[in-house]
């Protein structure tokens, strides 16, 4: 598992970049099922809005 795949790198050097492969592999329809969530979320702007409710 991923877990196990991070506790495998700490026995090489920090200085060494190392890619550790893994078998999990995002769904094919992950997008479709993304966007078929019900996204109540308020509409995001460039600039910070503030609450201003008491």
Given at each position: ?54
């Amino acid at each position: 598992m991923v877990v196990e795949a991070a506790l495998r790198l700490v026995e090489y050097p920090q200085d060494q970049p190392v890619i550790e492969p893994l078998a999990q592999q995002w769904p094919s329809d992950w997008r479709a099922a993304a966007r078929a969530l019900n996204d109540d979320r308020t509409p995001r702007h460039d600039t910070p809005q503030y609450d201003l409710r008491p």
